[in-house]
């Protein structure tokens, strides 16, 4: 039985003392930050990666994958206690989940949230286990026009599952790609548009263009005068779902999961798009529609389970394929070229440990969620009350530390300060930052595969649709761009992706 | 003229001089042939995508069909306290040798570079109150150097250097 073997190899490295300790505080950071209202897991990994830079790669990345799912964690509980959603996975529990708030069942809706949480994450593991190998075997196959097509499927499909009119989000694809083409040509070894910046001549970081981009534009327009918020909070008193409860999440914990564990899959799924399909599947299956937004125990059960098995099986094309699925993963792209690890099929045969460490460590993660926040939940709700003043300064040192240490020089600093500025004006235009962000990450492997393939087909474009794999790949891409330009499916995703 | 959708006209333009900008560039660098491509092969067809994109945005936006969408205004205060206190941090860890006065310094160190983020980005809030600032700047600094100078032992310069 490989699958335990594997599993053993994984266990052996996530229970490492160390490496347990360091799950463990990667949760706890990730909760503490990412329970505050409008940080996402992203903002928070961006904010938190400086203090995995002295780690061992297994360790960093088994820490950042605690603070990944804390994160995700804590937006839940801000979305049940006070209705404002953590971050946008989150949003659709706010609608059931402070109705339960406000009936006196937070602790009922909060358990449900984690014991949901818990069970998928269980699931999605085993998913990542059971698909990784096969997965990442035939990725080994691929040649350059595969991958050439399975990156532009993968772009593609990221866009059409984000808002935003879709032209403009191609537009923001190829923008991205522009900009990763930064620094020194790989065939010829030319400089290319690093206007003699020697600093350029590595590429543009990923890292500080995230942070200026999501880290410090989010904070300017959060300054910008608005209708004020009122955090309340009250006591959380009873913990322990009842026996009807018990009976009527269980189910809804189960079609969440199934459906976050296959969403999370897709490039663009992962967390949020999981967590509205399955509220709306809920209300659909539901003998008591009536109930949904009056405090539906489903509508809290439902989307936990499937954004935290999305938020998970979004790992699998990453590790397998080497292709960040959302913004979240191209993050963790960044954080893995710090620690000199290049994220693809090879990694599970190099570094065998670090890979098998790593999806234990994602069950030991969840399994820390647990037995972390229920006691502490108390804590999580006072943290709410800090006000946003002192807040905001507090992210941008971090972020500013993070930036500075990457390679000791101030040059990212200026970087991220630039990327600030245009990512104002990215807010202002209302143009979405996440497919910018996956084109700066795929640019570079899609021109090296682009170029491959042309020069073994000696120029011959047509070879992207004369080898059957990719034509296919490419004919998905096509008929989703087609689909997503009819009018009336347009209509329907716009309503469905309204927040 | 009339514009009816203002934000896709000014995303279109963005687009499209971000694609003139790439076009004209790629042609410093070596164009080879589709089989053995140069450098400026797969940037000028990107740039080619993306005036393509750029223009259909722009021609969207003045159909008599465009949605009517104004451009939002620019809280231009709140971005130059939040992008202006990043890049003094940075000017302040390591002023460049150019640079008036403040090469006096190799570093004015973290401590100072942190309390001139702090309070500098802290200005960019209506609710500002100078005690409040100053209690939560000391608490951050206290933090910080704890944990990532002596904690996780990043390099930083924690005190003024003077330069010779």
Same mark, same amino acid.
């Given at each position: 039985? @490989? ?41 928070? #990994? ?8 002295? %780690? ?39 609608? @059931? ?30 998913? #990542? ?11 080994? !196959? ?48 030319? !400089?290319?548009?690093?206007? @003699? ?36 909070? !009250? ?14 999440? #269980? ?66 094309? %990453? ?18 070229? #710090? ?27 969840? %399994? ?86 042309? %020069?073994?087909?000696?120029? @011959? ?39 | ?37 140069? /450098? ?54 390591? /002023?460049?040798?150019?640079? /008036? ?55 930083? /310069? ?7």
């Amino acid at each position: 039985m @490989d699958l335990f073997t594997n599993l053993a190899i994984g266990f052996g490295t996530a229970l490492k003392l160390s490496n347990l300790a360091y799950a463990f505080i990667g949760c706890l950071l990730g909760t503490l930050i990412g329970v505050l209202p409008g940080l996402g897991p992203l903002t928070t #990994i961006a904010m938190l990666l400086p203090i995995t830079y002295a %780690l061992s790669p297994d360790a960093a990345l088994i820490m950042l994958a605690g603070i990944y799912y804390g994160a995700q964690y804590g937006g839940s509980t801000t979305a049940i206690v006070v209705n404002l959603p953590g971050e946008s996975s989150s949003v659709v529990t706010t609608i @059931d989940g402070y109705q339960m708030a406000r009936q006196g069942r937070a602790g009922v809706a909060l358990s449900t949230a984690a014991i949901g949480s818990f069970f998928a994450g269980c699931v999605a593991t085993l998913a #990542i286990a059971a698909l990784a190998a096969p997965l990442a075997s035939v990725a080994l !196959q691929f040649g350059p026009k595969e991958y050439f097509s399975l990156m532009i499927l993968g772009l593609l499909l990221a866009t059409v599952l984000s808002n935003g009119p879709f032209i403009e989000g191609v537009g923001m694809i190829l923008f991205g790609t522009l900009l990763s083409l930064t620094g020194t040509d790989v065939n010829t070894g030319t !400089q290319r548009f690093a206007f @003699d910046i020697p600093q350029l001549f590595d590429g543009l970081d990923f890292v500080p263009l995230a942070m200026g981009i999501f880290g410090f534009a989010e904070i300017v327009k959060n300054l910008e005068p608005h209708e004020e918020r009122t955090v309340m909070t !009250q006591k959380i008193t009873n913990m322990f779902p009842t026996r009807e409860d018990y009976r009527r999440m #269980i189910p809804a914990i189960l079609r969440g999961t199934t459906l976050g564990t296959m969403l999370g899959v897709l490039p663009g799924g992962g967390a949020v798009l999981s967590s509205f399909a399955a509220y709306t599947l809920e209300k659909k299956l539901s003998s008591r529609p009536e109930e949904f937004g009056k405090g539906a125990i489903e509508g809290v059960a439902g989307p936990e389970a499937a954004n935290n098995a999305g938020a998970q099986t979004s790992f699998i094309p %990453l590790l397998t394929l080497g292709l960040p699925s959302n913004v979240v993963m191209a993050l963790m792209v960044g954080a893995m070229t #710090i620690h000199n690890i290049q994220p693809g099929p090879q990694v599970m045969t190099k570094n065998p440990e670090l890979f098998w460490g790593l999806i234990v460590s994602m069950w030991v993660g969840n %399994l820390m969620l647990v037995i972390l926040n229920l006691p502490l939940v108390g804590l999580w709700v006072k943290l709410l009350t800090i006000p946003y003043r002192y807040l905001y300064p507090a992210i941008i040192v971090f972020c500013c530390i993070g930036c500075y240490s990457l390679k000791n020089d101030t040059f990212e600093v200026y970087e991220a300060a630039l990327f600030c500025i245009f990512g104002y004006l990215l807010i202002k235009l209302q143009l979405p930052p996440a497919p910018m962000l996956l084109g700066l990450v795929l640019g570079p492997q899609i021109e090296e595969n682009f170029r491959r393939a042309m %020069l073994l087909s000696r120029g @011959d474009a047509t070879v992207f649709f004369t080898s059957p794999l990719s034509a296919t790949l490419l004919a998905i891409a096509a008929i989703a761009v087609i689909m997503i330009t009819l009018p009336q499916i347009r209509s329907t995703r716009e309503e469905a992706l309204k927040e | 003229m009339l514009i009816r959708n203002q934000r896709a006209f000014a995303a279109g333009a963005l687009f499209l001089v971000v694609s003139v900008f790439y076009f004209l560039m790629s042609f410093k660098y070596a164009t080879g042939t589709a089989a053995r491509m140069g /450098p400026g092969f797969f940037p000028r067809m990107v740039a080619i995508l993306l005036g393509a994109i750029a223009l259909g945005v722009l021609l969207s936006s003045l159909t008599p069909r465009a949605k009517r969408e104004k451009l939002e205004g620019w809280d231009v205060k709140g971005l130059l306290w939040i992008a202006g206190s990043v890049a003094l941090f940075g000017l302040l860890l390591a /002023p460049p040798h150019w640079f /008036p006065v403040l090469n006096l310094f190799t570093s004015f160190g973290l401590v100072f570079a942190l309390a001139a983020l702090i309070i500098i980005s802290s200005l960019a809030s209506p609710e500002f109150t100078w005690i409040g600032t100053l209690v939560s700047t000391a608490i951050l600094i206290v933090f910080c150097v704890g944990t990532f100078v002596y904690g996780i032992s990043l390099q930083f /310069p924690v005190w003024p250097i003077l330069a010779r």
